[in-house]
């Protein structure tokens, strides 16, 4: 059972609202588990999930690979394969505060990561169609999930 | 033959490029210094022309996730200056609290996360939190008892939505902000205890003579209201921001550098309120300081973690106050009707001024904007301490030599990129 759904984005920046998409349609097709869009201090989480026990994170990422793919990656399996920018001058990463709260003893028990690969970044630039798709194939793939869970 | 040492950092942000760090030593001569800036702000200038005044502060709060009360502040005030409107009595009041909130999460998180892992010799806060747990505990606990004043009054943690032109949409009930006082008691210990915590740190020894500018008002210590003043003279109401500093296009940055057109570099934020208003600090917060033998007026940079700390200290007994003092009712708002003018707005977020400016047509809209935030204003002076550092320190191994460099742009907790939140990921495909 998933017991909170974090979209992680920023609205004005293209494909960075990928997170924030896929919260907003999960909040329109009614669903049950705990919604959260978050689009400020990644700490926050941390505060979110806490006492729960099963929690997916949804957030835009730039790997390299095409634009649109979805990566599937369960935080229980070890530190998220991201280039940490361990001494940013200013917020935490996503990563950051994961492994901040892995550290703490704060992870909730499950913790997975959706990641919608993006390409364009730049303040007032639209969502990519891939990743506008790739954001539709998260919601149903969610939608079931939660469907499921609660049914 | 010359030898050339150069140090380039171009991971200071998350996003790669958007905040970079190059120095150059020829001879053991500094022949090149560049800190180097990508800054949100100018895309929201353009952004906001053409939309309602009111939609200002909503449209500001998004340019920083962790200092969005700032921008709110910044764009009400001016716009209120605008349309010549006054918010007085206990809706000023209530800014400030909510202003103490945003200042006891961001220095919270600053210091504790962000700035004390450079002290302390470890790479970041996650790798100092397996060592030093409760230092951690105690940052993000600070931290929210900030976001529980923002969220409380502001109406959501990020990106406030209750702040509005006038004043706010809906006003908090008294036993919602009495249950704050409790958090607030606690804070004000840890607070208490955060001084004296990180003034136990090494510091380097410098002393810089500083130009610094904030806010003043004559009876508070600074938050939204008062003149522009400096230490070399400078005493204008906000309306003169732009006759006194000038904003200037650098090459290698997407910033603007602000300077003092007769002088040059200046220095905004912690340090900077504090030498020009030490008189209005609480008296525990002036105690805090005096018993780790900090002065009136600090001149090491990276003692700045230690002004942060007694203004946490101050921020958590002006919203002890605020919150004793609240007695609920009358109206949540005044009311505010636009007319052509130009309003400015000058507050102190918690890096420093952040002045704003607007000129609005008769039916509302926003004809310009300008926004001057306090990294790009502190942009020079980073880069003149980035120089005072490197020649302090130019025995150091490479390695080392870096960490402090980078440690002194990070004494101005500079508010490089705070819109972007996208993981990136290596996929190591082998």
Redesign the interface.
Known sequence: MVDLVIG??????G??RAGLAVIDALAGKGSAALLMR???????M??AWQGLSSVILV???????PVGTI?RIDVGDGP?????????????????AV??AR??DRLPPSLIVF?IE?SR?A??SDMSPSVAESVGTVVEELASLLESAHA | MSEVRRVEVD?????EGE?SMKVMVRDGVVEEVEFGIFE?PR??EA?MVGRQFTEAPDITA?IC??C?IAYQMSSVHAMEDACGVTVDGQLRELRRLIYCGEWIESHG?HIY??HAPDFLGY?????M??DH?EL??QG?QL??VG?DIVTLVGGR???PINVKVGGFYKLPAKSDLDALAGKLEWAREAALNTVEVVAGFDYPDVEIDYEFVSVCHPDEYPFSEGNIVSNKGIDIPASGFNDVFTEEHVERSNALQSRVKERGAYHVGPMARYALNYEKLTDSAKKAAANVGLGEVVLNPFKSIIVRAVEMVYACDEALRIIDAYEPGGPASVPVEPKAAVGHGATEAPRGMLYHRYEIADDGSIVTAQIAPPTAQNQLIIENDLRVVLEDNLDLPDDDLSWRL?QS??NY????????????????RG
């Open positions: 992680v984005g920023n609205e004005i920046r494909d960075d978050s689009d400020g201090d990644p700490l926050e941390i505060d957030d835009a990422v730039s790997s390299g690979s990566h998220l394969p991201t280039m940490l920018a361990s001494r940013s001058t200013h917020l935490f990463g996503i990563g950051e492994e901040l550290t703490l990641g993006g970044f303040p007032g | 991971y200071l942000a998350r996003v905040g949100p895309f929201y952004f998004r996730g962790i969005p998180l996360l962000l790479e970041s806060a996650v790798h939190a397996a747990r951690v505990e993000l931290k929210k976001n943690e990020i990106h980078e742009i990070r907790d500079p508010c490089i990129s705070c819109a972007t939140h996208f993981l990136k990921l290596e996929i190591d």
